[in-house]
């Protein structure tokens, strides 16, 4: 593909009309009208019709506008990257987080990454995990953060690197926490409990610990995001669990305390790129400060 010929499509279709287009490029209308008739001769097919003296997207046209947007915004991002490379001001760093990671867990184990030698801008934004591998695949995000390896059905070329684990304790109010505490973790059983929605790799691993001790806790509330979730648990809606590693946050946070560890479920969490061997600094420095911070060991938070 010719991507000079794309990128006069792409004009065309942005601003409206070749007129618009060729004043912008600072081209003849008539080479901008003969290049993208060349790229619809290379694709077999129209991307624009005439509808009075007006041009619109065919069905096709659409579908290659979208490619192109893609394309030219990671022109644009290259292009940064390339600009702000070590030596020349602040490296990109670009951070997808998937929505069942807890924010301080986020946190944690970003910072990191702007505490190096090296002066990095973080960009960070939150998403649904397929979503995310999808621009993992097209380099629109240097990085995952994920409590699941990549899905080697997704198709997408990526290595997942463990960072570590944290036991998963459950959190309440005072009161609800005491009561809890006395013959756990059959006091679970019908207590009421808020808990992360289907999909979460924690909601799976509890809901096989509930089955193995036989509890029923009663579900009062489910939760894609982990922080309004322990709003709920601060209100003294119910029992929630969280990573152990939180445990003096969430007590000074959320005026709550731990009741207790479940047993064998643990949290863990991943660092997905489309490196095999790490070498971004930035990412270097996450995994390497995630050993020192994240691991912990489930007796540590035992209950006296």
């Known amino acids: 593909m010719n991507y000079k010929q794309l990128h006069y499509f792409w004009k065309v279709a942005k601003t409206g009309s070749i007129a618009r287009a060729a004043e912008q490029l600072r081209l003849a209308p008539q080479t901008i009208s003969a290049q993208i008739g060349t790229l619809e001769e290379a694709l077999g097919t129209e991307l624009f019709r005439r509808v009075g003296r007006r041009l619109e997207l065919t069905a096709t046209g659409q579908l290659t506008l979208s490619y192109a947007d893609e394309i030219f915004q990671i022109g644009r991002e290259l292009e940064e990257t390339v600009r702000n490379r070590p030596g020349r001001g602040a490296m990109l760093f670009r951070v997808g987080v998937a929505d069942f990671v807890p924010k301080s867990i986020a946190y944690r184990l970003l910072a990191p990454a702007l505490d190096g030698t090296e002066s990095v801008r973080l960009i960070c934004?939150?998403?649904?995990?397929?979503?995310?591998?999808?621009?993992?695949?097209?380099?629109?995000?240097?990085?995952?953060?994920?409590?699941?390896?990549?899905?080697?059905?997704?198709?997408?070329?990526?290595?997942?690197?463990?960072?570590?684990?944290?036991?998963?304790?459950?959190?309440?109010?005072?009161?609800?926490?005491?009561?809890?505490?006395?013959?756990?973790?059959?006091?679970?059983?019908?207590?009421?409990?808020?808990?992360?929605?289907?999909?979460?790799?924690?909601?799976?691993?509890?809901?096989?610990?509930?089955?193995?001790?036989?509890?029923?806790?009663?579900?009062?509330?489910?939760?894609?995001?982990?922080?309004?979730?322990?709003?709920?648990?601060?209100?003294?809606?119910?029992?929630?669990?969280?990573?152990?590693?939180?445990?003096?946050?969430?007590?000074?946070?959320?005026?709550?305390?731990?009741?207790?560890c479940a047993d064998g479920v643990a949290a863990m969490y991943y660092a997905i790129s489309i490196e095999r061997k790490l070498t971004h600094p930035a990412v270097v420095a996450i995994s390497e400060a995630a050993k020192k911070d994240l691991v912990i060991d489930d007796r540590d938070f035992a209950s006296s």
Request: aromatic content about 8%; hydrophobic content about 40%.
């Open 125 to 260: 934004r939150e998403d649904k995990l397929e979503r995310l591998f999808a621009e993992l695949a097209i380099h629109k995000v240097d990085l995952v953060l994920a409590d699941r390896p990549l899905p080697s059905e997704l198709g997408v070329k990526g290595y997942s690197h463990a960072l570590g684990r944290t036991p998963i304790a459950f959190y309440a109010v005072p009161g609800l926490a005491r009561r809890c505490r006395e013959n756990f973790p059959q006091s679970l059983d019908g207590a009421p409990m808020l808990i992360p929605s289907e999909g979460a790799t924690v909601r799976e691993a509890l809901t096989r610990w509930f089955s193995k001790h036989q509890i029923e806790p009663r579900i009062v509330g489910e939760f894609d995001d982990t922080a309004l979730m322990k709003a709920f648990g601060k209100a003294g809606t119910g029992v929630f669990p969280a990573p152990a590693v939180l445990a003096e946050e969430i007590r000074g946070q959320y005026n709550t305390e731990i009741i207790d």
